[in-house]
């Protein structure tokens, strides 16, 4: 309650004891008609002031509890925490809080220019990569929605993401029901603007395709309890995805995900993040065996499987160095993730019979990216990688990057890349072998625009 309130409270009181104090110490009897009149004309008039003060006192004190109630609700994200105000700011605070129920609006594209130097390509050249639109905003103190809209270069829109996240479960449990990236270790949660290189790595391409492993089920998260100072998690997926790499892209044929991570706090200074991930589902015949069957007269006669068993498991590695002294100037990042695929496929024997067999392939990233200024930052990646359907094909890379950031809300990276494939590796990019790329990228952010998981 405020002074002005508390003030008001004791004039009322003081007015209400002179008022007994008069109509007991003065006995009308001791003054004239006139007197008594005019007496009691006053106390009339000052007893419907005292009202009017009252009502108004009682108006400020309603207003006054009903502010918290408002600002009770979680904040939608990318609003400010609160800051305290003096008294007087109250009422303005009062009338703004309901803003918090309107979503946070946030939008970001990506300008893209690429280019081989030994090779002539249809794709080399400018080009808006992606824009992506932003919704986020708490339904009530249970649930937010998040939804991410995006726009390919051709103009096609499509749901990136939209999840409702439920945080208030017991036992440390949060729920998370719609679209989303599958928690298949770190990169593959990120958005495309997120990334510290301009092109995700090869084996995440190989293994699940040009974009993200998304999946449209529900996630149970859950903060193990009791593992001291290490931070435990564990993320358990069920969810239909529209990948069709390294699985079906039926909604019948469920996908389902876990992961495991534990954060360790290192130094004041430095954290280290480990984390295991697999990925169980279905996979239909591949591309190369549709075509042997269709090369050999044999379609509509050989009727190949469509739910082989498909299983992609992964561990990741994760330091982060930030000393506290110099907290935007210096940075070190070192991430690194190993990819397995173990798939049966079907193949076409000598007597053109159909066979399968389990295809295992391997791949990887590593990157260390370090900050040298407080917007700049330069890094490296390395690349390896076979393919979900084909055991013979193989792929290095090597990449240097460049990132600028001149303020909080734009970035430019700037990435030179070589590529090295074997033979059956060239077979599959147009027969290219060797490859040398450069790229360059500009991205500008508007709008509230949440920050990234740790």
């Not at 409702?164 to 593959?188: D, E, I, V, Y």
């Not at 995900?257 to 990925?279: D, F, H, I, K």
């Not at 407080?374 to 084909?390: E, I, M, N, S, V």
């Not at 909080?408 to 990019?429: D, V």
């Amino acid at each position: 309650m405020t002074h002005s309130s508390s003030r008001r409270k004791t004039r009322a009181a003081a007015i209400l004891a002179a008022l007994a104090f008069g109509t007991g110490a003065a006995p009308l009897t001791a003054q004239t008609p006139e007197q008594d009149k005019t007496a009691i004309e006053r106390m009339q008039s000052e007893i419907e002031q005292l009202k009017a003060e009252l009502r108004a006192l009682k108006e400020q004190i309603d207003a006054i509890t009903r502010t918290p109630a408002v600002s009770a609700a979680p904040e939608a994200p990318g609003l400010p925490a609160p800051s305290s105000a003096p008294a007087s700011a109250a009422a303005p605070r009062a009338a703004s809080a309901g803003n918090v129920f309107n979503p946070a609006i946030s939008a970001v594209f990506q300008g893209i220019g690429n280019a081989s130097i030994n090779h002539d390509r249809d794709d080399d050249g400018l080009s808006l990569s992606e824009a992506e639109i932003g919704l986020q905003a708490v339904v009530d103190p249970y649930a937010r929605v998040d939804m991410f809209l995006a726009f390919s270069a051709e103009g096609e829109a499509e749901v990136e993401e939209a999840f409702a996240t439920f945080q208030t479960l017991p036992g440390g449990m949060q729920a998370r029901a719609g679209r989303f990236k599958s928690a298949f270790g770190k990169w593959n949660q990120l958005h495309n603007h997120a990334f510290f290189t301009v092109d995700r790595p090869d084996a995440l391409t190989a293994f699940f395709g040009e974009e993200s492993l998304t999946g449209d089920g529900a996630s149970l998260s859950w903060l193990v309890p009791g593992t001291g100072s290490a931070f435990i998690e564990s993320v358990s997926q069920v969810a239909s995805t529209p990948n069709d790499l390294s699985f079906n892209a039926r909604r019948r044929d469920l996908l389902y995900l876990q992961r495991l991570s534990s954060v360790l706090t290192l130094t004041p200074n430095a954290t280290l993040e480990l984390g295991v991930s697999g990925a169980a589902g279905r996979a239909g015949p591949t591309r190369r065996l549709l075509d042997d069957i269709d090369d050999a007269g044999l379609t509509g006669t050989l009727t190949p499987a469509e739910r082989l068993s498909s299983n992609v498991f992964g561990a990741d590695l994760t330091y982060k160095w930030k000393p506290v002294q110099y907290n935007v100037y210096r940075s070190f990042l070192w991430q690194t993730e190993a990819l397995q695929s173990v798939r049966r496929i079907g193949g076409l024997d000598a007597a053109q019979e159909l066979e399968r067999r389990t295809v295992r392939s391997f791949g990887g990233y590593s990157l260390a990216e370090y900050q040298f200024a407080k917007r700049w930052r330069t890094g490296l990646r390395f690349d390896y990688t076979g393919f979900a359907a084909d055991d013979a094909a193989r792929q290095r890379a090597a990449s240097a990057v460049l990132r600028v950031q001149p303020t909080e809300f734009q970035e430019f990276r700037f990435q030179f890349k070589h590529t090295a494939r074997n033979e059956a590796a060239g077979f599959l990019f147009d027969d290219i072998r060797n490859d040398n790329e450069f790229f360059i990228e500009w991205i500008p952010v508007i709008g509230a625009h949440a920050a990234h998981k740790y």
